[in-house]
């Protein structure tokens, strides 16, 4: 087994008046050549927006991208018609593809949004991009692993151009769970949303990371009540 941190005060940071980000990856302004991505994972931004701020149009192409948003309410549009507001426990995944011309605002005028905005390399480009859009009940389970993302759709997951399976969960103190990846040659990415875990024996507080790859499975205790983590199972092959 090998492990990468990702601790939560190493991560990029920036705050340009109406948004607030931090960087687990290089991305934009941050760039760390010890940090370009964790296989197909390419982004992981924890991002807050002012109310009434937001992205402005802009265009993106072969690129899966996800938006989980955490507090206040996500507003989409694209130009294959899309309109959709994404509030927390929905999940968004964008499959740029061929390419995609979006805008992502704050939907409310003066409360603040939270949200993770993930970015993961494609399998195949070029492909036809595809929007898709679903809520979860990962808010209010406890003591359960709830399966969002999947590249067969198994369980009522949402689709993704990769191999890559995305969870959430919530678990009280004390609860310890085994995780199996998913194919051989995948890693774990594994983010602290709320408290405090353990997992592979490293401590993991609020929004520290880790990436555990070269085994097929992972030891994960919470040591809080409420603990709140976010895994993604994702292939290191990018061949």
């Known amino acids: 087994m090998k492990k990468i941190l990702y601790k939560a005060k190493t991560r990029g940071h920036k705050y340009n ?31 807050t927006i002012k109310g009434g701020e937001g992205f402005g149009s802009h265009l993106h192409n072969n690129m899966e991208i996800v938006s ?6 996500l507003e989409h ?12 426990g929905d999940i968004q995944v964008l499959s740029a593809g061929s390419g995609v011309v979006h805008s992502v605002y704050n939907a409310d005028n003066e409360k603040p949004v939270s949200f993770f905005q993930i970015w993961v390399l494609p399998k195949e480009k070029n492909v036809a991009p595809n929007y898709e859009q679903k809520s979860f009940d990962f808010i209010n389970s406890c003591d359960k692993l709830i399966h969002l993302i999947a590249p067969d759709k198994e369980n009522g ?16 103190k004390g609860k310890s769970f085994e995780y199996q990846l ?4 995948n890693g774990l990415y594994a983010m602290v949303v709320e408290g405090t875990f ?4 490293e401590i993991l507080q609020h929004r520290d990371g880790i990436g555990v790859f070269e085994t097929s499975e992972v030891e994960i205790k919470s040591l809080s009540d409420a603990g709140r983590i976010l ?6 092959d990018l061949r």
């Open 182 to 185: 998913k194919r051989k040659g």
């Open 231 to 236: 895994l993604i199972d994702v292939t290191m």
């Open 77 to 88: 549009r694209d130009n294959l018609g899309h309109v959709a507001i994404i509030n927390p």
């Open 198 to 201: 353990e997992l592979s024996g």
């Open 17 to 47: 008046g109406w948004l607030e980000t931090y960087n687990t990856f290089s991305f934009a302004d941050y760039f760390d050549p010890e940090r370009i991505r964790f296989g197909a994972l390419r982004v992981v931004n924890d991002d």
């Open 68 to 73: 989980i948003p955490l507090s206040g309410a």
């Open 157 to 172: 997951c949402l689709y993704l151009n990769q191999d890559v399976w995305i969870s959430i969960g919530t678990f009280t």
